[in-house]
């Protein structure tokens, strides 16, 4: 089980998980052949990642372009069929339920996609995105009462009740994100997964989607799994941060531990990257440039997956793969020689 420390960061107090993700694993076969396909590897995607989601809270998962962020979110929404491990969502195992139990948590786990230009059906007028979720989940609102839920959902999220008859063509960008928002909302859920919510928009304009899912989180008491590979949006409206670098977590803590207690190389060579435009700011020492490329999923290296490019790797980082635990350290790293807090 993963070890935990203190969220000293975290103004929230946390309770207990309403999602749990214990040893997820999700690989994909590589094969050869037109009619008789073999399998000549397996691609890593995810492996053995693990972390609890409290309610209220807003976890991030954050790392370059495929290291696991969106597979992790896939296949905890069972958009993915998992190679191995759990998801507890209220005391049960998405992966263990029936096709009817799961349609009932798919009411309480929700998604809001990075690409509003794309996730939008484009002869749908917005009243009917939104409404399409009652017509799937007849039982949640009886059908007289569907168009003022949505002029209400509209109006939450900063959009004209007006302009429900409108297609999703009419729309800038960050309002087409604001209905897929106002979608995503519409069955009540607890949990919504954002995989990148904010990367395709105007950086104008990913402040106020931001701010937005922030005050829904304070107004309706949502948890959040915020994917995304900018560490300053992860920092401004994250809890707690999970790291992931090849498939796997290689560090995970509140705002202040990993932004500021940084302890894997890996970490701190993404946060040196970060341009600091805040002149009071603490500033970095200097910039870290990793040397290599990211091995391929396909063939990760043994050991650690990050000692290829590390300035710290020693020859016990090409034997077992560090587990992710506390290593005197005031939150957990998957890292033999992590930094310590001073």
């Known amino acids: 089980m993963l070890e935990t420390a203190p969220e000293a960061g975290s103004d929230k107090k946390l309770g207990e998980p309403i999602l749990t993700v214990n040893n997820l694993v999700k690989h994909y ?3 050869q052949g037109i009619l008789f396909k073999r399998q000549i590897g397996t691609v890593k995607a995810s492996d053995d990642v693990s972390f609890e989601l409290h309610r209220g809270e807003t976890l991030g998962l954050v790392g370059e372009s495929g290291c ?11 958009l993915e069929t998992p190679t191995s491990g759990s998801v507890i ?3 049960k195992d998405i992966f263990k339920m029936s096709q009817k139990e799961l349609r009932e948590v798919r009411r309480e786990i929700q998604v809001i996609f990075q690409d509003p230009y794309a996730s939008l059906n484009p002869r749908m007028t917005v009243g009917d995105i939104v409404a399409e979720a009652w017509r799937i989940h007849p039982e949640v609102l009886a059908k007289e009462k569907q168009q003022a839920r949505t002029l209400e959902l509209l109006e939450m999220v900063g959009l004209n009740p ?3 008859n409108r297609y999703p063509h009419q729309f800038s960008g960050g309002q087409r994100q604001r209905i897929g928002i106002a979608r995503a909302l519409a069955l009540n859920p607890s949990v919504i997964v954002a995989d990148e919510p904010v990367s395709a928009l105007d950086v104008s304009v990913q ?4 701010n937005l899912l922030e005050d829904l989180q304070a107004e309706l008491g949502l948890s959040y799994i915020f994917i995304a590979h900018d560490l300053s949006v992860i920092r401004h409206i994250c809890d707690r941060v999970a790291v992931m670098y090849l498939g796997k977590i290689v560090e995970i803590g509140d705002e202040i531990q990993v932004y500021e207690h940084t302890a894997h190389p890996y970490t701190k060579a993404l946060l040196s990257a970060v341009p600091a435009l805040d002149p009071n700011a603490k500033q970095v ?7 290599g490329d990211v091995p391929s999923p396909a063939d990760p290296p043994s050991g650690c997956r990050f000692r290829t490019r590390c300035w710290k790797a020693q020859e016990i980082c090409a034997g077992e793969i560090p587990e992710l635990i506390l290593r005197d350290t005031d939150h957990p790293v998957a890292c033999y020689f992590p930094e310590r807090p001073a």
């Open 207 to 210: 402040a106020q989607v931001v």
């Open 29 to 31: 076969p590589i094969t």
């Open 162 to 164: 007006d302009h429900i």
């Open 68 to 78: 696991g962020k969106t597979t992790t979110a896939r296949t905890i929404l069972r």
């Open 285 to 291: 020492e200097h910039r870290i440039l990793l040397e």
């Open 89 to 91: 969502f209220r005391g």
